[in-house]
């Protein structure tokens, strides 16, 4: 049996802390719950939203005339060099398993906020590492069927920041099975502890913040691709530059609109100040888009999910 809740304001469900209240709200722990939340709001006609950590939105301050369904699946089990788990787990407990338990291959996902069901929806990754690349296969939800189905890695689809379940709305990440492979514990942690350590001396931690707002764009013109490695000393792999850099070079970094400014630590970073609302936050977003494509040429593209909009 679900609980529904009216009117449940959403910001605090964010890491940006921002946004209205959604016209309904409830949490679903199983399988069928999910099932019976999206069900009943399919027949009532209303509009729906799997609310993982919260991580990666941005609700408008107007909230969602529709039905919120908060992910709770969390549950996790062992397979050998293999994990299968649940939508609702955060990433970094899992992280924190795998690592207790000697498996090693999501060292650098460390520290990533929000949920495995998110992580995988946006093939989630730093540091060269992406989730996708440790995922054998995928439970979802079938929602033109309402069948639970299993999809295997390559139906998945796993491009940067992108997978069939981002492409399409049919599909609804329920549970995912993970090839992890055995190493020394102390060897898991200490990669485990350089990749938190490297997070934690940007301080961002504290910022409100989505993290990342833009794609990294892939960039063709050869004198940017030369003009990045010369000045950062490192190579640009598949022709793919950090959008922070783009930022920084249209002169944006500590631009401010509302609330809402780009983060002096992380050019990549839009920040709620405190009082910051979303339409602060958009219209940050499209200057920083304007003043880049003027500037540069290379179009950035949001990475952030909108609600409400």
Known sequence: MIIMEKEVRLAPFTSFRIGGAAKLFCAVSTKDQLRQAITFALQKDLPYHILGGGTNILVNDSGFPGMVIQMN???????GESVEVDAGVELMRLVQCATQEGLGGMERLAGIPGTVGGAVRGNAGAYGTAIGEVVRGVVALDLERMEFIPLTREEC??????????????LVVVSALLDLHSAPREEIAEKVEETLAKRLARNLQAELSVGSFFMNPVVTERSLVEAFEGERRVHC????IPAGWFIERAGLRNRRVGGAMVSEKH????????NATARDVRELAALIRDEVAQKTGVLLQEEVCYLGF
Do not use: E, V
Request: aromatic share 12%; no cysteine.
């Open 237 to 240: 792999r598949d022709n793919r």
């Open 73 to 79: 699946l969390d549950g996790m089990r062992l397979r």
């Open 267 to 274: 050019a990549n970073y839009i920040i709620n100040t405190g």
């Open 157 to 170: 689809d796993f491009h940067y920041r992108s997978s069939t379940f981002k492409k399409t709305k049919r």
